[in-house]
């Protein structure tokens, strides 16, 4: 059983950035697995992901984010990242890494099987 657990969010300003992580517990491993970083903001649908493939070598993200957040993966230390620059109010949700072995790099939440416990981000001045 696969757990994920993200670390790494807080309260930043307005034009500021953060980079979570999302890392695999216990003695399992995510290098076989495609990551996929979803977020919700209350009262709002799921949205996302930024994702990566297991190699490393592709990587997709939602419209909302393309040129500001980077998605990367560093399989020796069984963690995946997720840079967040020029952050914006709208940013502001519970972010989810998930992991999958269907697909590449999917874009589907139904797709992921296991999800982590989230990290708050918040946008305030």
């Known amino acids: 059983q696969l757990q994920l657990v993200e670390s790494g969010g807080g309260l930043v300003q307005p034009g500021g950035s953060l980079r979570l992580s999302c890392a695999a517990s216990?003695?399992?491993?995510?290098?076989?697995?495609?990551i996929g970083w979803f977020r919700q903001a209350p009262g709002k649908e799921r949205e996302g992901p930024s994702c990566?493939?297991?190699?490393?070598?592709?990587?997709n993200y939602v419209d909302s984010v393309k040129g500001r957040f980077t998605i990367s993966r560093d399989n020796a230390r069984n963690t995946v990242y997720l840079q967040m620059n020029s952050l914006k109010p709208e940013d502001t949700a519970i972010y989810y890494c998930?992991?999958?072995?269907?697909?590449?790099?999917?874009?589907?939440?139904?797709?992921?099987?296991?999800w982590g416990q989230g990290t708050q981000v918040t946008v305030s001045s």
């Open positions: 998930a992991a999958t072995k269907k697909g590449l790099c999917p874009f589907s939440p139904s797709l992921y099987d296991y």
């Open positions: 216990g003695f399992t491993t995510l290098q076989d697995y495609a």
């Open positions: 990566i493939s297991s190699r490393g070598d592709i990587t």
